[in-house]
């Protein structure tokens, strides 16, 4: 059977994680954003972990960066649409004016820090 490590990073786990909250917070975006904003988001945030794993995968130290540093960019995308849309437009999650952005399990800039971490243990 095929062993395959990237399920046993905590990165990689974390970054699982923020796909299903991704996920639920696209729900409640706008019909209108269905295929613009909500396409967009969901698509960088299945790309995180997805790199995660092809990088960890390969042999060499820079191949393995290299795919972490697609992941680092896909949530730097991540943050700057959903959180960044959150604030200032949308207002969907919690109460008006409050902070409520899931950041219980993550925030896009701890898994940046993951993947550092995964990125230089690997």
């Known amino acids: 059977m095929l062993k395959l490590n990237h399920k ?3 990165v990689w786990k974390a970054s699982i994680e923020l796909v299903t909250d991704i996920y ?5 975006f706008p019909i209108s954003e ?3 904003l909500v396409n967009q988001v969901r698509r960088a ?3 995180v972990p997805s790199n995660i794993s ?3 995968a390969r042999k060499s ?3 393995r960066r290299r795919f972490f540093e697609i992941s680092r960019s896909s949530l730097s995308e991540i943050d700057t649409n959903v959180v960044g849309r959150y604030y200032c437009e ?3 999650i919690g109460t008006k004016g409050k902070n409520t952005f899931p950041a219980r399990r993550h925030d896009p800039r701890q898994v940046v820090v993951l993947i550092e971490d995964d990125g230089n243990n690997a």
């Open 8 to 10: 046993k990073l905590e």
């Open 24 to 28: 639920r917070i696209t729900n409640s």
């Open 34 to 36: 269905l295929y613009g």
């Open 45 to 47: 945030a299945i790309s």
């Open 54 to 56: 092809e990088g960890a």
């Open 61 to 63: 130290a820079a191949e």
């Open 90 to 92: 949308f207002e969907m």
